[in-house]
């Protein structure tokens, strides 16, 4: 047998010295749950990160506790289960392929579906493998045998069997809703993919001739070009200034359209002049009056971002901006 050294490195080498332990741990089986040993459960399924890119130092901290929690527990004489998998994330992963592809002066329709599809592939291999390392290295206790990715056969299977088992309680139903929708992905967006801003904007005033009374009702709004979808108009029930107004009809300029006035306790009687154009088919709040009052749902932008055919031949095919500019142009020449 030879000397043994007892000389202690001048620096710690945490690559050194994690790499072996993290081999030692793998090589064991320590973090292999069983099935049958008989003890108590204790499971962790990790919250799965996205194949966007490599983890963060927030994804440290967050599986920091979590490997806390498996080792105490294991210490307490449990099994343990520390469940690893990845997430797809959708529109995200979609948005940073794109984002390679541009800097190939690429686009995914320059590429066509099934390549397009090849080229996510290959990123979610590169970077599931990455920040694989990345949760070895901080030396996660994880049961890698049973690594699962969120479009796995099996989980897509299950999550089809589930949706059909509500569906046949009842408890999922089909219907129109308002959503976020973008133009460039031709995709609707969940609402934790987008990050709300706010913007400085203008209020316009545009009167709406009230039919066979010889006035007008002003509506305030700060999206003029929606104008061209409206089905009503609505004010407070407790706006003494409307009563009168309520339930008569007006012309909708720029369209050969009747829309109704309407009360609805949605509207705030302090906002511009107290009277709101109604929109259900681009605003989520005018959606839910509509719903209430059961009135028509018209689409003037569609999802290319442009305005349809229901806006009319004269403002068909304009980008949002451009038909707002177009309305306000209109709607001045014609004194309202």
Known sequence: MGPIDTEIPKRYEPTQVESRWQNFWHEKGYFRAELDSGREPYCIVIPPPNITGSLHVGHALNNGLQDILIRFNKMRGMETLWLPGMDHAGIATQNVVEKELKKENLTRFDLGREKFIDRVWQWKEKYQGRIREQLTSLGCSCDWSRERFTLDAGLSSAVRETFVRYYEKGLIYRGKRIINWCPRCTSAISDLEVRHRDVPSKLWYLKYPVKDGGEFITVATTRPETMLGDTAAAVSPKDARYKKLTG????????????????????????????????PGHDPNDFDIGQ??????????????????????????????ECRKKVVSDMEAAGL
């Open 292 to 321: 209430r009052h059961k009135l028509a749902v018209v689409n003037v932008i569609g999802q290319d971002g442009r305005m349809t055919e229901e806006a009319g031949k004269k403002y068909k095919g304009l980008t949002r901006e």
């Open 248 to 279: 008569k009809m007006v012309s909708l300029p720029l369209t050969d359209r009747e829309i109704p006035i309407i009360a609805d306790d949605l509207v705030d009687p302090e906002f511009g002049t107290g009277a709101v154009k109604v929109t």
